[in-house]
Structures are given as structure tokens and as C-alpha cells.
């Protein structure tokens, strides 16, 4: 039995910067031999890759969870954030006695190429220069993001994954990874996620791009060597980007027209709603835990990814070999990644004869309902993994 544990204690906010570098999590350290070939055409070496795990790896590892985080996430699936304190951003779903059960799997999560929070992206130190990466970095693709993830695993000595799982940018690592190394995942859960991404969203994308660089203190990405943070710009577009994370009935529920804090508007510009106060919160806080040029750059791999464009256009194409079992979900409320997009998937899986289920959840909380306690999505998923856990001969719950 391989026992791997990896939860030391918080650091303090203001040493946010540091984390890109020397992370508060493991650490799997790739040199000059071991170049990642990246999409726009050059090798990245050396590069690190930062990561969690809990659980045990059983004898013949054959119980690894792979968890893959959406584009404000991280590593920190279910401990402590190291920077902000905060519990893990999957504990809905992620701890013992839950769907991903760290008393019967072995989870791994790992912060993804061009992050923030360990693994190397623009906030890390470029060896060559001894300066900050900056905009220098090149820029990177979700496959990219899954052939780093796949170098990890073999590090980790595991030949194949039990579960790959994720939502939304996690989602479509997901699927990235049936479709790169078909042989490799035994059962593929991805939520609220799609094979490309739409105009729509490459348009929101842009927008929060835009926020940033016309912050005049994003200096043109050297933030860090002139001693300033573009926050404002930053803050703008997280604003920008949560509102696509939730629903209009959710917003309404939450907040209606509600005041904040006074009975009359001020006649101001101040925020004078809930849901301003809201916004400038979310804006606020999220600058604190995250770099704006890994902003930039997660965003676009997201705008680029399109699994069907490698396969001459033909989505089923992409699954034609997989042997995986798949369990897709999606949510009526949500309009970033609707369920139609989820059922494209499904439809091309099932023309390649793949396993596939699927379940579109019935909630008003939009996109974020993969993160929020949902019974009906946590069900699924904990039937899902035991299904699949019965038939590759692992431990269930016996539900």
C-alpha cells in the first residue's frame, strides 16, 4: 500500500506571490531531459507541476481519481486554501464517506499548466532570465494542460486512471483525456462542460481579457517588476465572468432589487443593490488568491479547445477507440455551457459505441451547481463511481 498525503499549513495572504513558485502542496519537478511539447510549437522544460493527493494508492494502483479544476481553481480540492483559508472547493464532493470517497479511491489534483499556484505559468520564475515569466510565457492549450497531467501520472507510476473527473475547464480536460490517451481512463465523469467553446463565451472571455489589459497597472503583463497589481482590471473581470456563472432565477433569489444596508438609493454610483455589494466582493476577494496574466492565459486555452477540429470536424471521431465509461451531466440553469452542448457529446460518443449516461439536473443555480451541495448531482456522481468501481473489481459502498 502506497499511503501519499500532502496538506501542509496555510500561509499568509500577502505571500500570495510565492506560492507560484514554492507551492504549499507536493511537487513534481520535470528538467531539461523531460521537455513538454506544447501546442504552439516549442518545448517547455524544465517545468513543475504542483499537486494534492489524498487517500491511498491500493497495491496494484488501480483506485486514482484524477480531479481536474476549472479555470479559477486549483489544486486545493479538499483542504484549506493556503492563501485565502478557505475550505477546498470541491469538499461537496470530494472526502471520506463522499462520491469521490478518500477511504476506497486515491485522488490526485493538480494545478494546471499556466496556473498560479505551483505548477509553471507566467507567475513563475522564467530559469532562463531569473525574471518573472510574464507574457513571455508561451501561450498553452488544454491538451497541453492533460500532457502535463499525464507526465505526473506516469511519475506517480499509475498506467491507468479508475476516474477522470472535473467541471467545466475541468470538464473538458476530461474529455481531453479520453480522447488523448483512450487506454488510460477507465470511467470519465464530466459536468457542465463541452468539446469546444462557444462564441459566446469566447466573447465573455475577451471582454475580461480586455478588463485586464486596460488596467493601467497591468503594465503590459510586467506587473510584478514595476511593484504594481492590475486589481481593478482584474476585479472587473471576475465581476464579469460570475455573472455567467449563475442564473438569472438565482441572482433574483439571492438578491431581487433588494438595497444594501440603507432603505433609499443614495443618488450615487456607490452600490447601492445586494447584488452590486455582490459583485464588488467576488471582484475583490478573487485578486487576492489569483495572478492576472494566468488569467489571461487560461482563458484562451479555453477559447482554443476544440476536440473535434483534431479529428477532421468529426467529433465521434475523437472517441471512436476509447473503451472509457462516461458519465455526463449538465443542468437546466445553466446558460454558459447549456445542456445542448452536453448532449452533443453524448450523441457523438454514442455514434463512436461508446458507454455513455447522462442526466440533465433539474435547479436554478446555474453553471456554479457543480460546486454547490445538489443532491441529485452528488447522487448521480456517487452511483456513477460505484458502478464503475464494481466493474473494475474495486470496493463500493454497497448502496
Known sequence: MVNIQSVKSPVRADERGQEADHPTSQVALFGADQPLQLDCGIDLAPFQIAYQTYGTLNA?????????????????????HPVTGKPGWWETLVGPGKALDTERYFIISSNVLGGCMGSTGPASTNPATGKLWGLDFPVITIPDMVRAQAMLIDRLGID????????????????????????????ALAVACSTRHSAQNIAFHELGRQAVMAD?????????????????GLGVARMAAHITYLSDAALHRKFGRRMQDRDLPTFSFDADFQVESYLRYQGSSFVERFDANSYLYLTRAMDYFDIAA????????????TQTRFCLMSFTSDWLFPTSESRAVVHALNAGGVRVSF???????????FLLDVPEFLDIASAFLDSAASVRGLPTTGK
Open 310 to 321: 483534431d479529428h477532421n470536424g468529426v467529433l465521434a471521431e475523437a472517441f471512436r477507440d
Open 359 to 369: 442526466a440533465e439536473i433539474e435547479t436554478d443555480k446555474g453553471h456554479d451547481a
Open 60 to 80: 496494484d494502483k488501480s483506485n486514482a481519481i484524477l480531479v481536474c479544476h476549472a479555470l479559477t481553481g486549483d489544486q486545493h480540492v479538499a483542504n484549506p
Open 160 to 187: 491507468q486512471l479508475f476516474s477522470v473527473v472535473g467541471g467545466s475547464m475541468g470538464g473538458m480536460q476530461t474529455l481531453q483525456w479520453t480522447a488523448a490517451y483512450p487506454k488510460r481512463v477507465f470511467s
Open 216 to 232: 493601467p497597472d497591468w503594465r503590459g503583463g510586467r506587473y510584478f517588476e514595476e511593484g504594481t497589481h492590475p486589481h481593478r
